[in-house]
T-cell receptor, first 116, second 112 residues
């Protein structure tokens, strides 16, 4: 158990809909990262939050957004869903930003999103 | 897109055999991480490497951070059935705000 909790585990929804994925980081971790894993793209970094603020953006579509709340949990919002958005979405957490401190990222079990 | 070349893509080995996989990049990384992912689960961290030339072991697993900082390898000795899974390398660059760049994974199958 990594200590990172993601809900729901599975989600099936129709095209055009909007969903929210939730992540609770490990206790004490301030950074939350979201990754998308699809069969043909592997693990792709989407976005990072540190202590409530957006810190870095990767390959995240404009239809997707995220936020991190004061209690440090994070939500990833996916809207106007398309069939190609079907993937595993992982949240990871670590205890610092990159300030010369080497820390690892620990992953949750993921949310499997299926868009039909 | 991904910048790490991971090989091999898949391996079929007999139980008890040793396994080696590697990652290379055209970019320099400050940290190399190796993860294992079981079906339906998130990646689990196996080994973290922080310095060029560093050799680190975790049980039957050994990983090295290449001297050029552009590559890393993972060895698994005396493989067992529970080693089955997908192994990912991941690299972290300085100033990258800790977003990992992942390799495409090595699917390991251990035959009894």
């Amino acid at each position: 158990d990594s200590g990172v909790t993601q809900t729901p585990k599975h989600l099936i929804t129709a095209t055009g809909q909007r969903v929210t994925l939730r992540c609770s980081p490990r206790s004490g971790d301030l950074s939350v990262y979201w990754y998308q894993q699809s069969l043909d793209q592997g693990l792709q970094f989407l976005i990072q939050y540190y202590n409530g603020e957006e810190r870095a953006k990767g390959n995240i579509l404009e239809r997707f957004s995220a936020q991190q709340f004061p209690d440090l949990h994070s939500e990833l919002n996916l809207s106007s869903l398309e069939l190609g958005d079907s993937a595993l979405y992982f949240c990871a957490s670590s205890d610092s930003t990159d300030r010369g401190v080497n820390t690892e990222a620990f992953f949750g079990q993921g949310t499997r999103l299926t868009v039909v | 897109g991904q910048q790490l070349n991971q090989s091999p893509q898949s391996m079929f080995i007999q139980e008890g055999e040793d396994v080696s996989m590697n990652c290379t990049s055209s970019s320099i990384f400050n940290t190399w991480l190796w993860y294992k992912q079981d079906p339906g689960e998130g990646p689990v961290l196996l080994i973290a490497l922080y310095k060029a030339g560093e050799l680190t072991s975790n049980g039957r697993l050994t990983a090295q951070f290449g001297i050029t900082r552009k590559d890393s390898f993972l060895n698994i000795s005396a493989s067992i059935p529970s080693d089955v899974g997908i192994y990912f390398c991941a690299g972290l660059k300085a100033g990258s705000a800790r977003q990992l760049t992942f390799g495409s994974g090595t699917q390991l199958t251990v035959l009894p």
